[in-house]
């Protein structure tokens, strides 16, 4: 197929440039897959279509808030940094802006808290960087820190909890993994209170998921590689409800991939930590999961490719056609699909 074929029309107003005031309370179309089907409904109706004995997989990844303002020590110069990737306890791999100014032996101060200093640039221009600090890192980023939003999120995020799920917990994330941000902590007390189980796993997601797909044959993209760990406890809770004859349904995208991942590589789902760069696009056989709570995805995006893969092609884009012209919010702050 080619990536052409994955482009929709969409309106700029559509695009979401803040969460709503409640997480639930965003729109949700549920997609039969089997018939073409599609209801429309809020997030918190989301039970209804739950049912005893399903589980439900969330990425509990937590985003780091990665984009550093400083300046230059010796000119006070402005820079911006933006955490990539941890090489080792004190050293990452970042992106600079300006990056003509963030030179070999470049020391940076970020608000008397926080310094750094470039050791080395690399062949794509990123640079590797050496902190130094007093007390600990993550919180001194939680501090000063602000959320690395989307590029086509222009309004600034007033609470950067809101960038986050309500369960967030292992911190390594460049980007939120959206389709949980519908959820509150009361909603997913009323699912296990109906009898639907939840496991975790982890995925960080790198800024890769912003990579647009730069080739016209979608079999040549390359996709980001990102880091993935799934627990034995999860890993239980998946085969069991696989045996019992019901539905493990994947919270996002990267719950999806995560799981596709192990179900490929080990032909079972284990316990088990890695990388994966899998890309699911129409024509991939789906190994573990009946069911995908997603979010509306960019066009010509790896994203909608694999929603395509998973509600077929025709379903997929006339679902969208129809998200547009009943005006839903898209992308990460938006509304929400369950495909089923």
């Known amino acids: 197929m080619q990536t052409s074929d994955f482009y929709y029309d969409l309106p700029e107003e559509l695009i979401a440039q803040k969460p709503i005031e409640n997480r639930d309370n965003s729109r949700l179309m549920v997609l039969e897959r089997s018939t073409g089907k599609i209801e429309h409904n809020r997030f918190y109706d989301i039970i209804d279509f739950l049912e005893e004995g399903d589980c439900l997989i969330l990425n509990d990844s937590k985003v780091l808030p990665a984009r550093l303002y400083g300046e230059k020590k010796d000119t006070h110069a402005k820079i911006e940094i933006l955490l990539l990737k941890q090489e080792s306890k004190d050293r990452w791999e970042v992106l600079t802006r300006p990056g003509r100014k963030a030179k070999v032996g470049t020391e940076i101060t970020f608000k008397d808290k926080l310094y750094a200093k470039v050791t080395d640039v690399l062949e794509d221009g990123n640079r590797i960087v050496e902190f130094k600090y007093e007390g600990n890192f993550y919180d001194i980023i939680d501090q000063i820190g602000l959320m690395p939003l989307p590029p086509y999120i ?10 986050q799920t309500v369960y967030s917990k292992d911190i390594g994330s460049a980007a939120a993994p959206t389709a949980g941000l519908h959820f509150t902590k009361e909603l ?8 639907v189980n939840i496991g975790f796993v982890t995925l960080h997601v790198g800024l890769g998921t912003f990579r647009p797909v730069k080739v016209e044959d979608i079999e040549n993209h390359k996709m980001h590689s990102e880091y993935f760990y799934l627990k034995e406890e999860t890993a239980k809770l998946i085969n069991e409800t696989k045996k019992n004859g019901k539905r493990v349904i994947a919270v996002g995208t990267t719950s999806c991939r995560t799981l596709e991942s192990i179900a490929n590589r080990y032909e079972q ?18 190994k573990c999961i009946d069911g995908l709570i997603t ?27 129809e998200a547009v012209e009943s005006r839903y919010r898209f992308f990460s702050f938006g509304d929400a699909m369950f495909i089923r």
């Open 154 to 163: 222009k309004e600034k995020l007033e609470d950067k909890q809101r960038y």
């Open 188 to 195: 997913l007390e009323k699912i296990k209170k109906k009898g």
């Open 269 to 286: 789902i284990k316990e088990c930590a890695g990388n994966t760069d899998i890309f699911i696009y129409p024509g991939y056989k789906f």
């Open 295 to 321: 979010n509306f995805h960019l066009p010509e995006s790896t994203l909608i490719m694999l929603v395509s893969a998973f509600a077929g092609y025709e379903n997929t884009m006339r679902a969208y056609k």
